[in-house]
């Protein structure tokens, strides 16, 4: 809960799951298991709460380690363009894997009902120093021509897609974004949802 120039504000983020696929449901035999994530944020008017935006997310048909959440103390609320309108900022991951391969990971930004998001993978935790110096996580800029299929795969670990949901919005909301990608993309445990 937080106030700016459109008055009061709530954000409540929720998960459901882990549950069973009914058997309709179920794409495989087996243990096939979903998670899914709310997100809503309300501004008060008069005394009314009126719903401003609202995500949904899921993982869907895994009959493996499972995970769906918001990555530890990666919410955040900002005015980076300081017009008085506060920017939402959540950020999570989706897992469903039998191997060591990186999650896939959403940062999801919103200033009033414009959102605007960056999505790709994570990384593995990785020593190499010389990789975070000059590491160019917005794959659209990686020229992967003569890579075979593995190394393309493997070039992805770690970058988001693309920016085109920042195009025509404030420099400081991507900068921002790109920041807590960088942040965050090495930040994927192997825990899973119980």
């Given at each position: 809960r937080?106030?700016?120039k459109n008055g009061e504000n709530i954000l409540i983020v929720s998960r459901k799951?882990?549950?069973k696929e009914?058997?309709?449901e179920a794409e495989f035999l087996g243990d096939e298991r979903y998670a899914e994530l709310f997100g809503e944020q309300y501004i008060k008017k008069a005394d009314k709460y009126i719903l401003l935006w609202d995500i949904y997310d899921f993982e869907r048909n895994c009959p493996f380690d499972l995970y769906l959440g918001l990555l530890p103390s990666s919410t955040s609320i900002t005015?980076?363009?300081n017009n008085g309108i506060t920017e939402t900022t959540?950020?999570?991951k989706l897992t469903c894997r039998s191997d060591i391969s990186p999650s896939r990971m959403k940062?999801?930004?919103h200033e009033n009902s414009v959102k605007m998001a960056l999505?790709?993978?994570m990384a593995m935790r990785d020593n190499d120093e010389n990789k975070k110096t000059d590491f160019e996580p917005n794959m659209s800029k990686i020229d992967t021509t003569g890579l075979s299929e593995i190394e393309q795969i493997l070039e992805m670990y770690g970058r988001y897609e693309n920016e085109k949901d920042f195009i025509g919005k404030s420099m400081e909301c991507l900068?921002?974004?790109k920041s807590q990608w960088l942040r965050f993309m090495e930040k994927d445990e192997f825990e899973q949802v119980q």
């Open positions: 937080w106030t700016d799951g882990p549950l009914t058997e309709f005015d980076l363009d959540l950020i999570y940062i999801l930004m999505r790709g993978q900068n921002f974004a």
